[in-house]
C-alpha cells in the first residue's frame, strides 16, 4: 500500500455554554413570534379591511408589500443607505414566504416520506410501513423522533464549521426555490419577471452545500461523492438550462405565472410541443436531484452514502429533508413548465388551481418513484457521456427548432391550431427522429456486445470444450 | 479404499511422471502419487502442461499435520480428460517446514497458498504475497497444527465417544 | 499553477452495504481508478478446521451449515459425500432423490439472493432483491417443513437424510416447481434487455477461459467464463446421471454472462427437481449408522456442485471417532484469486459490480 491514512486527533466532547443557549432560545422565540404576528396579519384579512382567502396570496402578499413601502416611505428606515428603499417590505415578504413554504413543505413531506415508501413497498412485493398509526401514517413523525434522540456525531477530523454548516445552507435553495411557483392565478410569493432565471440560479447553489459537507467530513467516501456531485452537477446545469430556454422561448416570458398563464390561454401543455426539453428537463433534473437511476453521488452499494456519509442524527435527517423537498420542487416544475401548472382546459375556473397543481406534481413525483423503484445506476463516466454527448447536442437542435417556431408564430398570422398543431407534429417527429438516430450516431447499437442468453450445452469439458463450442474468449 | 469416481489412480501417474521426470516420484499408491518436495513445482508443471495428464486446474491444496511431518495435498483436475489427480509432498522438517510455491503454474493457489502458511504455517518459497490470511500478522503459532497450544495430557481429536456402547445405533 | 493527484487508500469495508458480510478491500485510488488491492479476510473466522477434529462425524455436519450459510443444504451434501466415501456407508435411494431434490432447491433459494444482491450492487435499489426474495422464501419455508430449520438446515446425515418430508411438502413443491418459469421469465423480462444493467456489467470483471481454469475458478464464473464444466454431469453423485439439464455456459466472462449463467441454472434446476420428484422411490430415507462412526485409516474428498462452485470436503481418517483433518474447500475463497486482476484499472463501481458477480458468502471464506 502506499499511502496510509491519517489519525485524526482526539477532541473534547463539545459543550454549549448556557449563555449562548439562553441566546439562541430567545433569538429563536423572537424570529417564531415575528413569523406568526405577520401570518396573524395577513390572514385576519386586517390589511386594507378586505378578506384574502388561500387563493388571493398574491394580492394579499402585493397589499402588504405595499403598504409596508408606503410605511416606509414616509419614515425612511435607518437602513436605507446599505439595502436600498424598500427593506422592509422584502424583510417582511420573506419571512411570511417562509412560514408558508415551511407549513407547505413540512406537511408535504410527512406526507410524502409515506406515500413514497408506501409506493416502493408496493412495488417490491412488501407492504411498506403499516405500523405506526393508522396504515402507518405516523411512521415519518416517529422517524423524525428517532432522529432527533440520535447522536449527531462529528467525526474527529472533519472540519467543525463547515461541518456543522451544509445541513442548514442546503435547505435554502431549497425552500427559496418553491417561491416563484404559482400555485393559482393568484398564488405565489414571489411572481419576479425572470423566474426562470432565478430557479436556475438559485438551485445551482445546492452544489456548494454539497461540497462543503463532503469536503469538511474528512473522509474519503464523501469526498467521491461530493466530487461526482460537482462534476455532474456541472454538466446537467447545461442541457437543463436549455431545456428551459426552449420553453422561455415559445412562451415569450420568464415569469412562472406568465407561462402556465400561455399554456392556458392556448389550451396546451407543453409536453405537446416541447417533448425534447420535457423529457431533457426530467432526466437532468433526476441527475442534479440524485435519484436513480442517476443518483451516482449518493450510490449506496459504492460510496455508501455519498457526501453525507459522516451526517448523524437530525443533521442527516435535515440532508433527507432537502433530498425530498428538492424532489417535490421538479415534480412541481415539470408540471408547471410541461404539465400547464394549475391549468386544466377551463376546469380551472371551478376546481381550485392548487389542487389541480397538486395532482399534477404528484403524477410527476410518482414518476421519479417509479424509476426509483425499477431501475439499476448509471456509471459516472456513462453519465457524464450521455449528458455531453446525448442530451447537450439534442437540446441545442431542440433549441434551433423552437427558435423557427417562435419566430414563425410571432410572425405567422393563422389560427392557433393551425401553427401549434403543425409545430406539435413536426416537434414529435423529430423528438423520435433525433432521439433515434443521435443515439445511432454515438455509438449506441441495440444488439452489441454478444448473446443475451445463456448457451445450452450437454457436454462437459475444459479449455478444448470451450474452444470447440465457441465459448471461449 | 475410497477413490473419487473418476480419479486417476497414483500408480498410473507414477509410472508417467518418472518416465518422465526420473527420481521425482517418492512414493505411490492406488490413490496418491508421493512427490519429492523439492522437486514439486517441477512435477506440477509437468502434470500441467502434458497431454495426456492435462491437469489444467489446481482444485484443492491443503495440508495435513501428522505429528512429525506435514503432508501438501495437491488435488489436480483435467476438465477435458475429466480425471482428478491426486499428489502428494510429504514435508519432513516440522518446526520450519517451507516448499516450493505452485503459484506461477496455478493462479488458483494464490490464496490457497496463503491459507495454509496461515494455518499450518508451511512457508511457499515463491509465492509473491505470503502474508496471514484469517489471522493477523503475529499470530502467535499456527492453530491448524496438531501442537498447537500445546496443553499437556491433551491429545488431539476424540479419544473415545462420551456415549459409545457397542450395538448402539445413532437415530 | 500545477495540480498534481495523488493517490489514497479507500477501506471498503470490513462495514460496506456491498461487501456481503465482514469483508475487508483495501483499495489505492487515484480519483476513481482503481490502482492497487488488497482483500482483508478473516472477520469471521471461526476455526471450524481445528474445531472439527474435536467432533465425531455427525457433530461436524452443523459446521458446513455455518460455513456457507446460503446454500446449507449444498455443504450437508458435501460432507456426507466425503465422509461415505470414507467409511463406506450405502445410502438408499430415496435418500438420495430427496438429496437432490433438496440440493437443487438450495441452488435455486442461493442463486436468486446472489442475482438479486448483483443487481442490488448495480444500483437497483432492492426491487429485484425484494422479488428474487419472494421465491428464497417459499424454498426456506419448504425447509423449514421438513427439517425444522431455515437457514442452517443440518438436514442431512451420513447415510441419507434426517426426515422424510412431511405429506404437506409435495402439493408446496409441485406448487413452487409449477409457478418457478414463469417466475423466472418475470425477472428475465426486468432484468435481461435493461439497457442500464448490460452498460453496467457487460465487460466489467472480465475473465478469459483459461485463466479461468487456471485460477481454479468453479461454478458460475467458470461457466460464465464459457467452459462448460459441471461436477452434477462430470463426476455424477447422488442420482444426477439420471437427470436430464443443460449446462449454461456463457460467451464473454464478464458480470453480465454470470448473471446469465445463474438465471439459466435455476431454470434447469427446476427441470431437475422436476424430474426427482416424478422419479422420488418409496423405502427408507436413512441408514442407521453407529453413535460414533469410526472409518477405517485413509482420506477421501468428496466434493459438489454447490451454487458458487466446487464446494469439497479433504477429511482425513486414523481411525478414530473424530476427522484427523477436516478441509472445506471453500469455492467463494478461492473465486476471488482473480480478484485483484478483475479491478484493478477498473472504476471503484465497475469492481463493485465485479465484486458482486463473484457471489462471495463471508462465511465460507473464513470459515
Redesign the interface.
Known amino acids: 500500500m502506499s499511502s496510509t491514512l491519517r489519525q485524526g486527533r482526539r477532541r473534547p466532547a463539545t459543550r454549549v455554554p448556557p449563555g449562548l443557549m439562553i441566546v439562541g432560545a430567545v433569538f429563536a422565540l423572537g424570529f417564531l413570534a415575528a413569523n406568526a404576528a405577520i401570518g396573524y396579519v395577513v390572514i385576519d384579512g386586517r390589511l386594507d379591511g378586505q378578506w384574502y382567502d388561500i387563493r388571493d396570496l398574491g394580492f394579499a402578499v402585493q397589499e402588504l408589500k405595499a403598504q409596508l413601502d408606503a410605511i416606509n416611505d414616509d419614515q425612511p428606515g435607518f437602513l436605507d443607505d446599505i439595502v436600498g428603499q424598500h427593506w422592509m417590505s422584502y424583510a417582511v415578504g420573506a419571512l411570511l414566504g417562509a412560514i408558508g413554504i415551511l407549513s407547505f413543505i413540512g406537511g408535504a413531506l410527512l406526507v410524502l416520506i409515506w406515500v413514497e415508501r408506501r409506493l416502493i413497498g408496493r412495488m417490491q412485493i412488501r407492504r411498506g410501513p403499516n405500523r405506526v398509526g393508522p396504515y402507518g401514517l405516523l411512521q415519518p413523525v416517529a422517524d423524525a423522533v428517532k432522529l432527533i434522540q440520535k447522536e449527531v456525531l462529528t467525526p474527529d477530523g472533519a472540519d467543525r464549521i463547515l461541518f456543522l454548516l451544509p445541513p442548514a445552507i442546503i435547505f435554502v435553495p431549497m425552500m427559496t426555490a418553491w417561491g416563484p411557483v404559482p400555485w393559482a392565478p393568484n398564488m405565489a410569493y414571489l411572481d419576479i419577471n425572470v423566474g426562470v432565471l432565478y430557479l436556475i440560479a438559485v438551485s445551482s447553489l445546492t452544489t456548494l452545500a454539497v461540497f462543503l459537507a463532503g469536503w469538511s467530513s474528512n473522509n474519503h467516501y464523501a469526498l467521491l461523492g461530493s466530487m461526482r456531485t460537482v462534476a455532474m452537477m456541472i454538466s446537467y446545469e447545461i442541457p437543463l438550462s436549455i431545456a428551459l430556454l426552449s420553453v422561455v422561448l415559445i412562451t415569450g416570458s420568464m415569469q412562472l405565472s406568465e407561462i402556465v398563464q400561455w399554456q392556458a390561454d392556448h389550451n396546451l401543455w407543453l409536453i405537446a410541443l416541447l417533448p425534447i426539453a420535457m423529457v431533457t428537463y426530467f432526466f437532468s433534473s433526476t441527475a442534479e436531484l440524485n435519484r436513480t437511476p442517476n443518483d451516482i453521488a449518493e450510490a449506496e452499494s459504492e460510496i455508501v452514502a455519498g457526501f453525507h456519509t459522516e451526517y448523524s442524527g437530525m443533521k442527516f435527517g435535515l440532508f433527507y429533508a432537502v433530498e425530498l423537498g428538492n424532489a417535490l420542487l421538479v415534480a412541481t416544475l415539470v408540471a408547471t413548465f410541461f404539465l400547464g401548472g394549475w391549468s386544466l382546459f377551463g376546469l380551472e375556473e371551478w376546481i381550485p388551481g392548487y389542487l389541480i397543481l397538486f395532482a399534477k406534481l404528484s403524477a410527476a413525483y410518482f414518476v421519479l418513484v417509479w424509476l426509483r423503484g425499477t431501475l439499476p445506476r448509471f456509471r459516472l463516466d456513462q453519465l457524464m457521456r450521455f449528458a455531453w454527448q446525448y442530451l447537450i447536442p439534442l437540446s441545442l437542435f431542440n433549441l434551433l427548432i423552437v427558435a423557427i417556431e417562435a419566430s414563425l408564430l410571432a410572425r405567422w398570422d393563422a389560427p392557433g391550431l393551425v401553427t401549434l398543431g403543425l409545430f406539435t407534429v413536426v416537434n414529435w417527429g423529430a423528438a423520435y427522429i433525433l432521439f433515434r438516430d443521435w443515439a445511432r450516431r454515438i455509438g449506441y447499437q441495440p444488439d452489441a456486445g454478444g448473446p443475451r442468453r445463456a448457451e445450452l450445452t450437454q457436454q462437459?469439458?475444459?479449455?478444448?470444450?470451450a474452444h470447440r463450442m465457441g465459448t471461449a474468449t | 479404499?475410497?477413490a473419487?469416481?473418476?480419479q486417476l489412480t497414483g500408480d498410473t501417474v507414477a509410472s508417467a511422471l518418472s518416465g518422465a521426470l526420473p527420481g521425482v516420484v517418492a512414493s505411490a499408491t492406488a490413490?496418491w502419487v508421493e512427490v519429492e518436495p523439492n522437486r514439486i513445482a517441477e512435477a506440477l508443471r509437468w502434470l500441467h502442461d502434458d497431454a495426456e495428464m492435462?491437469a489444467?486446474?489446481?482444485?484443492?491444496l491443503?495440508a495435513?499435520?501428522r505429528h512429525d511431518r506435514f503432508e501438501v495435498?495437491y488435488?489436480l483436475q483435467?476438465?477435458?480428460r475429466?480425471h482428478?489427480i491426486?499428489v502428494k509432498a510429504v514435508v519432513g522438517e516440522h518446526d520450519d517446514p517451507a516448499l516450493p510455491s505452485s503459484y506461477p503454474i496455478?493462479?488458483?493457489?494464490?490464496?490457497?497458498e496463503r491459507?495454509v502458511y496461515d494455518?499450518m504455517g508451511i512457508r511457499f518459497e515463491g509465492h509473491p504475497d505470503l502474508r496471514r490470511?484469517?489471522?493477523?500478522e503475529g499470530y502467535p503459532g499456527f492453530?491448524?497444527r496438531k501442537d498447537?497450544l500445546q496443553i499437556p495430557d491433551h491429545h488431539?481429536?476424540?479419544?473415545?465417544?462420551p456415549?459409545?456402547?457397542p450395538g448402539?445405533?445413532?437415530? | 499553477m500545477t495540480t498534481a493527484t495523488e493517490p489514497y487508500v479507500l477501506n471498503i469495508g470490513p462495514q460496506h452495504p456491498s461487501t456481503h458480510g465482514v469483508f475487508r478491500l483495501r483499495v489505492v485510488m487515484d480519483g476513481e481508478r482503481i490502482q492497487d488491492m488488497d482483500m482483508v479476510?478473516?472477520y469471521l473466522?471461526r476455526?471450524m478446521?481445528?474445531l472439527a477434529?474435536?467432533?465425531?462425524y455427525?457433530q461436524n455436519i452443523p459446521f458446513t451449515d455455518r460455513a456457507d450459510y446460503l446454500a446449507a443444504m449444498s455443504g450437508n451434501l458435501g460432507y456426507c459425500l466425503a465422509v461415505e466415501?470414507?467409511s463406506?456407508v450405502e445410502v438408499p435411494e430415496r435418500a438420495s432423490y430427496l438429496r437432490v431434490i433438496f440440493a437443487e432447491l438450495q441452488r435455486i433459494a442461493s442463486h436468486s439472493m446472489a442475482n438479486g444482491t448483483f443487481v442490488n450492487d448495480a444500483g437497483a435499489w432492492q426491487t429485484p432483491l425484494m422479488y428474487m426474495f419472494r421465491e428464497r422464501e417459499r424454498i426456506l419455508d419448504l425447509f423449514e417443513m421438513t427439517g425444522g430449520a431455515r437457514l442452517t438446515t443440518n438436514y442431512m446425515?451420513i447415510g441419507g437424510v434426517a426426515f422424510d418430508p412431511p405429506p404437506e411438502f409435495f402439493p408446496a413443491i409441485e406448487s413452487l416447481v409449477s409457478d418457478l418459469p414463469d417466475r423466472i421469465d418475470e425477472y428475465a423480462e426486468l432484468l435481461i434487455d435493461n439497457e442500464i444493467l448490460l452498460a453496467r456489467s457487460r465487460g466489467v470483471g472480465t475473465i478469459t477461459a483459461e485463466?479461468a481454469?487456471?485460477?481454479?475458478?468453479?461454478g458460475p464464473m467458470l461457466r460464465g467464463s464459457g467452459?462448460p464444466?459441471d461436477l452434477r454431469k462430470?463426476?455424477?453423485?447422488c442420482v444426477y446421471d439420471r437427470m436430464d439439464f443443460d449446462i449454461p455456459v456463457g460467451r464473454n466472462g464478464d458480470a453480465y454472462d454470470r448473471f446469465l449463467v445463474r438465471l439459466e441454472e435455476v431454470r434447469q434446476s427446476t427441470k431437475i427437481i422436476r424430474q426427482a420428484l416424478d422419479g422420488l422411490p418409496s423405502g427408507p430415507h436413512k441408514t442407521?449408522?453407529?453413535?460414533?462412526l469410526r472409518p477405517?485409516p485413509?482420506?477421501?474428498?468428496g466434493?459438489v456442485e454447490g451454487p458458487r462452485g466446487?464446494l469439497?470436503f479433504?477429511v482425513?481418517s486414523?481411525g478414530?471417532?473424530?476427522p484427523?483433518?477436516f478441509?472445506v474447500?471453500a469455492p467463494s475463497?478461492?473465486n476471488?484469486?482473480?480478484l485483484r486482476e478483475m479491478a484493478v484499472g477498473s472504476s471503484l463501481p465497475d469492481a463493485i459490480v465485479a465484486l458482486g458477480s463473484v457471489d462471495i458468502v463471508v462465511g465460507e471464506i473464513?470459515?
Open positions: 462437459v469439458g475444459g479449455i478444448e470444450a | 479404499m475410497p473419487g469416481p473418476r490413490e492435462d489444467k486446474q489446481l482444485s484443492n491443503c495435513v499435520d495435498v488435488h483435467s476438465m477435458d475429466n482428478q491426486v496455478y493462479k488458483g493457489a494464490l490464496l490457497q491459507e494455518l490470511m484469517f489471522l493477523w492453530p491448524l498447537f488431539p481429536g476424540l479419544p473415545k465417544f456415549f459409545e456402547e448402539v445405533q445413532a437415530r | 479476510v478473516g473466522h476455526s478446521e481445528k477434529e474435536e467432533r465425531t455427525t466415501m470414507l463406506g446425515r485463466d481454469i487456471n485460477g481454479s475458478l468453479s467452459v464444466w462430470a463426476e455424477p453423485y442407521d449408522i453407529p453413535l460414533a477405517d485413509g482420506e477421501a474428498y466434493r466446487e469439497g479433504y482425513v486414523d478414530g471417532s473424530a484427523f483433518r478441509h474447500r475463497l478461492i476471488l484469486s482473480l473464513d470459515r
